[in-house]
C-alpha cells in the first residue's frame, strides 16, 4: 500500500505535514482502567485551563484554523476535530470511554491539539491519498450523517473518501475486531519534521503498550511526499 500527499496541498503550504503510524497485530478492547482514569483527569485539568484561555487561543488548535482557512474551508462553521473535542470539554461534557484504539486516538488529539484519525486497514481498499476536497467529495460520517468535504483536507482509497480532520467515515471505522490500524496526524506546519518524529514514535509506543502489536511511523512531507508499507 502507497499513501501519498496531493501536490495540491503543498502548493498552497509547503510546510504542511501528514504523519503516519502503521499498526500491526493489536487487540482492541475496552480501555484499561487506567487509561480512563488518565484521560478523565487529563479532561478536568484542560477544562480548569480553558476557563483561562478560550479553546480558540490555544497554540495547536489556532494553528490548524488557520490552515482550515488556508484551504477555503470556513473554520467557524466546519471545525476540526480536535477543536471540537476541545470545545465538548470546555462545557463539562467529558468524552466516555469507548474502546481502547478510540479513547487512545482521542487522547492524542487532546494532548497534541492536532487532529487525529485511526482507520482499520482491512476495510481499506488499494493505494492511500491525502488531497482537498471539492463539491462531490464526502461520506457518511461517524456523526451519523452525510458530511460535505469540499475545501476540506481529506483521505481516500479505491472506494473514494474515508476520513479526514473534520469528521470520519463509517465504512473505515476501528472496531474490537481490528487487528491492523493506520492512524493518521493532522501535523501542526509548524513543527519541525523530527519533532513531528518525536511526536508520533511517543504517541506509537504508548498506543502499543495498550493494544499490544507493533508501529512503525512516518512523516509526509514536502521532502517525503510517498511511502509505501
Known amino acids: 500500500m502507497n499513501i501519498s500527499l496531493n501536490d495540491s496541498l503543498l502548493t498552497t503550504n509547503d510546510q504542511f505535514k501528514i504523519g503516519i503510524i502503521h499498526y500491526t497485530k493489536i487487540v482492541v478492547s475496552e480501555s484499561p482502567q487506567m487509561i480512563k482514569g488518565r484521560t478523565q483527569l487529563y479532561q478536568e485539568n484542560l477544562y480548569l485551563e480553558l476557563q483561562e484561555t478560550p479553546v480558540t487561543e490555544r497554540p495547536g488548535i489556532s494553528e490548524w484554523r488557520k490552515v482550515w482557512k488556508s484551504f477555503g474551508a470556513d473554520p467557524n462553521r466546519y471545525r476540526h476535530s480536535a477543536e471540537s473535542l476541545m470545545r465538548r470539554i470546555a462545557k463539562q461534557n467529558y468524552l466516555t470511554p469507548f474502546h481502547s484504539a478510540v479513547d487512545l486516538n482521542n487522547f492524542f488529539s487532546l494532548q497534541y491539539e492536532i487532529p487525529v484519525g485511526i482507520y482499520d486497514v482491512n476495510k481499506l481498499q488499494g493505494d492511500l491519498e491525502i488531497a482537498l476536497g471539492d463539491e ?94
Open 136 to 229: 462531490e467529495t464526502g461520506y457518511e460520517g461517524l456523526n451519523g450523517r452525510y458530511n460535505s468535504l469540499k475545501n476540506i483536507v481529506y483521505s481516500k482509497d479505491r472506494e473514494g473518501a474515508f476520513g479526514s480532520p473534520f469528521v470520519d467515515s463509517q465504512r473505515t471505522a476501528v472496531t474490537e475486531n481490528t487487528v491492523e490500524a493506520i492512524q493518521i496526524f493532522y501535523l501542526r506546519p509548524s513543527l519541525a519534521e523530527t519533532e513531528c518524529e518525536q511526536l508520533l514514535h511517543s504517541a506509537g509506543n504508548m498506543f502499543t503498550q495498550i493494544n499490544g502489536g507493533d508501529f512503525t511511523a512516518y512523516v509526509l512531507s514536502t521532502n517525503n511526499r510517498s511511502i509505501s508499507i
